[in-house]
């Protein structure tokens, strides 16, 4: 089975609720954890992880490059790129490669031959480990500047369906990225299931609430962890809203300073304080995925 | 000129730097501020308003006459994105989730309008009046659309075009090349980051951009007593970027947060920090008032 865990936006705790409830389902079943947040992967920090068995280049990000030496600076290719990648200066014309999407229209535009080159850069590394806790870890990072490509999550998961192939692994649980685009549909697409999880502010109401739509597009079943729960009493608008979506609620975890601090000591927080508040909800959490989900 | 808040993770507290910090330099410049985190907009719900002035993000998106089409397949070698298919003998076929609007496939097809220009909704921006006296423009792309990148470009030329005296950008979390669209053209990036493991980590990429993007940063370190700004300190050091605040974990944020009242504008103490960033980038821009 394939699980997404997804948020909308980061800074909800999405990570650090993946990183516990992988410790405390790691005994029973056996599964491949996936960090799909390339532009901000942070669980193998969770999961305490100090190094990579392997490490892969993915090579397929595309920029374009101008020949000065042949450019007669005509500004073609400036009015052309559809996303203002093109800048003068110093007179010479210049694709600022931290923004190109190396779409080529420029090099279609150009008159003059063999100027604009579209050239292959490196967009970032796919690597794998096996985790202090026994389970295997891909995880991935994008380089600074290049497009957030879903095509690296893509990879990530095609990894991952090979390790589970020959481990012979059951699930794979996924750390879906942040935002909505494309790293977090390919997050989400080809998962069973995908579970959110939100703080009951304004904000992540209304980033759940667009990642919920992404899992309704996959036609997918979501469920709901609310973190942070008491943190904000008078607002009762993200367990309405999940109500009337029917998306079962999996759990509260109220707010706890033992979740930062075992961030600091890059523990699982069930793992580094386990009689804390929020270590007895995420139990509770774990139980439930246990009997509704993997079952 | 402008000046851009990011932050290499998300949840750092950007958005509330962010907010806080345009409600301060209101003081000292005419400003605009806009949210370009536009896969997750937040500021208009920490400023507590709702978005006004709609305008649709529309992207080219390939039609096919085959009534004109040749069947010569140069679109579908042409496109980048492989958002075209051809059967076997030749027709094209769009995928459209995966188009990104750049109009390279009608640059090279060789029959005037076998290719008609088909427009696809992408997401919209906002023009909103603020009770603080400045106006915030808004991206926001639409749920199931892959591409941030024209909408982050749109919103930010609907800001510039208000010709403020300064614009102010929060970005989307991450390093991505869309985030390099947003800081495109600082003259200052103000960094948002905590002293944990993981936010020194990304903290040093979004250095790390600043610095090959030539722009300048100060860091404010955000839930400061968590962890340790020591090390905040070194990275920043490596990056010749100063930490310029620190602001501690509080409660009175959080509420100030929950209740959409920027603390900024509170009695609470947390208000001075934000002053003082404001004043410590109005000495780094100069002028204003
Ligand atoms: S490849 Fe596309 S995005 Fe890059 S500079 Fe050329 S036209 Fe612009
Ligand atoms: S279109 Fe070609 S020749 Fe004209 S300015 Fe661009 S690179 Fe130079
Ligand atoms: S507009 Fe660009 S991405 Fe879309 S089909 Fe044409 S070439 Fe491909
Ligand atoms: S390039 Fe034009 S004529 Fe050729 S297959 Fe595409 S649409 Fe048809």
């Known amino acids: 089975m394939q699980i997404a865990i997804a948020s909308g936006k980061g800074g909800v705790g999405k990570s650090t609720i993946t990183a516990s409830l992988l410790y405390l389902l790691k005994d029973e079943y056996r599964f491949v954890a996936v960090d799909a947040d390339a532009d901000a992967p942070n669980l193998d920090l969770l999961l305490g992880v100090e190094r990579w068995e392997e490490e892969r280049e993915l090579i397929g990000a595309k920029v374009a490059r101008i020949n000065v030496e042949s450019c007669i600076r005509c500004g073609i290719c400036q009015e052309r790129c559809p996303y203002d990648c093109i800048k003068v200066i110093d007179g010479d014309y210049v694709v600022s490669e931290l923004t190109c999407e190396g779409c080529n229209v420029c090099g279609l535009v150009c008159p003059v031959p063999g100027t604009i080159t579209l050239e292959e850069v490196r967009s970032g590394v796919v690597r794998k480990t096996m985790t202090r806790y026994g389970f295997p870890l891909i995880s991935a990072q994008l380089d600074v500047g290049r497009p957030n490509s879903g095509k690296l999550v893509t990879e990530e998961k095609e990894w991952a369906k090979k390790l589970m192939g020959e481990l012979g692994l059951e699930h794979m649980i996924v750390d879906s990225a942040a935002g909505i685009g494309c790293q977090v549909i390919a997050s989400i697409g080809g998962a069973d299931l995908t579970i959110l999880v939100a703080e009951p502010t304004p904000a992540s109401l209304s980033d759940v609430q667009r990642a919920y739509k992404v899992v309704q597009h996959f036609r997918q079943p979501a469920y709901l962890i609310i973190n942070k729960a008491d943190f904000n009493p008078g607002f009762t608008a993200l367990r309405g809203w999940a109500e009337a979506e029917g998306i079962p609620i999996l759990g509260e975890i109220p707010y706890d300073r033992a979740i930062p601090r075992s961030m600091s000591m890059l523990k699982p927080f069930v793992e580094a304080f386990p009689d804390s508040k929020a270590a007895e909800a995420m139990r509770e959490i774990a139980e439930r995925v246990r009997e509704e989900i993997l079952k | 000129m402008q000046i851009a808040v990011s932050g290499g993770k998300g949840g750092t507290g950007k958005s509330t730097v962010a907010i806080n910090l345009a409600i301060a330099l209101k003081e ?130 609907r800001a510039q075009g208000l010709g403020k005296e300064l614009l102010m950008v929060d970005t989307a979390a991450g390093t991505s090349n869309t985030v390099s669209k947003a800081l495109e053209d600082s003259r200052l990036i103000i960094a948002v980051t905590e002293p944990t493991p993981l936010g020194i980590h990304d903290g040093e990429l979004i250095l790390k951009l600043a610095k090959l993007m030539n722009v300048p940063a100060m860091v404010v370190v955000n839930r400061s007593d968590l962890g340790d700004v020591g090390k905040v300190r070194e990275i920043a050091e490596k990056y010749d970027a100063e930490v310029i605040a620190e602001i501690p974990y509080s409660e009175n944020i959080i509420r100030s947060y929950v209740e959409g009242k920027p603390i900024v504008l509170t009695d609470y103490p947390e208000a001075g920090l934000f002053r003082e960033i404001a004043s410590r980038v109005v000495e780094f821009l100069g002028g204003g008032e």
């Open chain 2, 28 to 157: 000292h410049y005419d400003l605009v501020l806009a949210d370009l985190d536009v896969e997750a907009p937040n500021d208009h719900l920490l400023l507590g308003v709702e978005l006004a002035s709609e305008e649709p993000v529309e992207l080219f998106m390939p039609r096919f006459d085959y009534g004109k089409c040749t069947r010569c397949r140069k679109c579908a070698e042409v496109c980048e994105e492989h958002a075209i298919i051809t059967m076997r003998d030749g027709t094209p076929f769009l995928m459209p989730n995966l188009c990104s609007g750049c109009a390279a496939c009608e640059i090279v097809c060789p029959v005037p309008g076998a290719i008609l220009p088909g427009k696809k909704l992408m997401g919209h921006t906002y023009l909103t009046e603020t009770p603080y006296g400045f106006p915030l423009v808004t991206g926001r792309l639409l749920e199931g659309e892959e591409r941030a990148m024209p909408i982050v470009s749109r919103a930010k030329k």
